[in-house]
């Protein structure tokens, strides 16, 4: 199958471009270290590279073969989902390669080369985590077979995506959405707008989510073992069959027999809801 890996062309980033990455590696660095979990904070070493600026996928790519058997490699935006299931469960980790303009520093449509490798390339050094990945891309090759991506879709959202851990008593963000968005990051963990739900992955997968604000629900993993373990253990296809037969969960929802660490107000979707 064609993979769509382009290259990186990383000699014709302009000055500008690298400093983009500067401004917002330096922001979300200082954000982070009270903020994100320990293994993300130990990851994030493997982006400081020899060379300033937006990393060279050659260089990062050698560090996570080394660490994990990873590497990371540019695709043109967006790609079809069988690809990018069949690049993870390789271990191949798929990154935009542009960067965004200064007027869209905060907010961004699609993916760049930030989120996608500021957010996504610490964790893929975690062993653990690294196993996840490769396991989902294979998951969701399966989940083509049953028609099923849109509910295996909600699993990545949710975990990968906007995902949070427990730290002893409190929580701390790993998810790539939250860790590459200086407001995000704050909301996810400060704010009292959204709810905070144990993870659950039956749940998940019926629970809708918004791709255009802050999430209205972020589910809360143990550790990445969980998560894998999990993972691994669950037998999809008759999973994804006994799903069909239950209605979605709308965003902001909460069930009887979820287990909530914050019910959220909701304040924030609600005076979005009203402008
Ligand atoms: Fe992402």
Same mark, same amino acid.
């Given at each position: 199958?064609?993979?769509?890996?382009?290259?990186?062309?990383?000699?014709?980033?302009?000055?500008?471009?690298?400093?983009?990455?500067?401004?917002?590696?330096?922001?979300?660095?200082?954000?982070?270290?009270?903020?994100?979990?320990?293994?993300?904070?130990?990851?994030?070493?493997?982006?400081?590279?020899?060379?300033?600026?937006?990393?060279?996928?050659?260089?990062?790519?050698?560090?996570?073969?080394?660490?994990?058997?990873?590497?990371?490699?540019?695709?043109?935006?967006?790609?079809?989902?069988?690809?990018?299931?069949?690049?993870?469960?390789?271990?191949? $980790?798929?990154?935009? @390669?542009?960067? !965004?303009?200064?007027?869209? &520093? +905060?907010?961004?449509?699609?993916?760049?080369?930030?989120? /996608?490798?500021?957010?996504?390339?610490?964790?893929?050094?975690?062993?653990?985590?690294?196993?996840?990945?490769?396991?989902?891309?294979?998951?969701?090759?399966?989940?083509?077979?049953?028609?099923?991506?849109?509910?295996?879709?909600?699993?990545?959202?949710?975990?990968?995506?906007?995902?949070?851990?427990?730290?002893?008593?409190?929580?701390?963000?790993?998810?790539?959405?939250?860790?590459?968005?200086?407001?995000?990051?704050?909301?996810?963990?400060?704010?009292?707008?959204?709810?905070?739900?144990? $993870?659950?992955?039956? @749940?998940?997968? !019926?629970?809708?989510?918004? &791709? +255009?604000?802050?999430?209205?629900?972020?589910?809360?993993? /143990?550790?990445?073992?969980?998560?894998?373990?999990?993972?691994?253990?669950?037998?999809?296809?008759?999973?994804?069959?006994?799903?069909?037969?239950?209605?979605?969960?709308?965003?902001?929802?909460?069930?009887?027999?979820?287990?909530?660490?914050?019910?959220?107000?909701?304040?924030?979707?609600?005076?979005?809801?009203?402008?």
């Amino acid at each position: 199958m064609k993979e769509w890996i382009i290259p990186q062309d990383w000699h014709s980033y302009s000055e500008a471009e690298h400093a983009m990455w500067d401004t917002l590696f330096a922001r979300q660095v200082a954000l982070l270290s009270d903020r994100a979990a320990p293994a993300f904070l130990e990851g994030l070493e493997v982006l400081r590279m020899s060379k300033p600026g937006i990393p060279d996928f050659t260089e990062l790519s050698q560090r996570l073969q080394a660490a994990t058997g990873w590497s990371v490699v540019a695709v043109p935006g967006l790609i079809p989902e069988e690809v990018f299931f069949e690049n993870l469960a390789n271990r191949r $980790f798929v990154a935009g @390669r542009f960067i !965004r303009k200064p007027e869209q &520093i +905060d907010y961004l449509e699609e993916p760049d080369v930030f989120h /996608d490798v500021f957010g996504h390339a610490p964790l893929l050094v975690h062993p653990v985590f690294a196993d996840y990945m490769q396991a989902y891309g294979r998951g969701g090759l399966r989940s083509m077979q049953y028609g099923s991506i849109r509910r295996l879709a909600r699993l990545y959202w949710y975990t990968v995506e906007f995902g949070l851990i427990r730290d002893g008593a409190g929580l701390k963000l790993y998810g790539a959405g939250i860790a590459s968005s200086a407001s995000e990051s704050r909301f996810a963990l400060d704010s009292d707008s959204p709810n905070r739900l144990q $993870f659950d992955l039956r @749940r998940i997968m !019926r629970t809708e989510y918004r &791709i +255009d604000d802050f999430q209205q629900n972020y589910f809360v993993i /143990d550790s990445f073992e969980q998560l894998l373990r999990e993972t691994l253990d669950t037998d999809f296809g008759p999973l994804y069959a006994e799903l069909e037969a239950l209605p979605d969960i709308g965003v902001g929802v909460i069930l009887a027999g979820d287990r909530v660490l914050n019910r959220g107000t909701q304040s924030h979707a609600a005076g979005r809801r009203k402008s």
